[in-house]
């Protein structure tokens, strides 16, 4: 069973900072995109950052510059270093990763169960 486990949400004050990590576990061949997003209530789910395996990223025009994701293939992990936070930033983070479970299979998009992230102003 394949899963992805986050950890490092919580409470913090407008211009902290927070650190969020994900950790895929289970049997699986390989892990293609990892990515954050987010949803805040009354909100869509939006794409906050994404990573590739090699290593190239992208941000949501709303946190370029603030956050900065990373991801480490060896221990099938991915951060994201949260700075300057906003309350605007207020809203449950979801980890996502493309990962295939064996060589012969599709890329099949896994999920976070979500951890809740709260700036105070």
């Known amino acids: 069973q394949v899963q992805l486990v986050e950890s490092g949400g919580g409470l913090v004050q407008a211009g902290g900072s927070l650190r969020l990590s994900c950790a895929a576990s289970?049997?699986?061949?390989?892990?293609?995109?990892m990515a954050w997003y987010r949803q805040a209530p009354g909100k869509q789910r939006e794409l906050v950052a994404h990573?590739?395996?090699?290593?190239?990223?992208n941000y949501a025009g709303a946190v370029k510059g603030r956050f900065i994701i990373s991801r480490d293939n060896a221990k099938n992990t991915v951060n994201v270093q949260m700075n300057s936070l906003k309350p605007e930033d207020t809203a449950v983070y979801y980890c996502n990763a493309g990962i295939r479970k064996y060589s012969y299979t599709p890329y099949v998009d896994y999920w976070g169960q979500g951890t809740q992230v709260t700036v105070s102003s």
């Open positions: 990573i590739t395996n090699s290593g190239s990223t």
């Open positions: 289970g049997s699986f061949f390989s892990i293609n995109t």
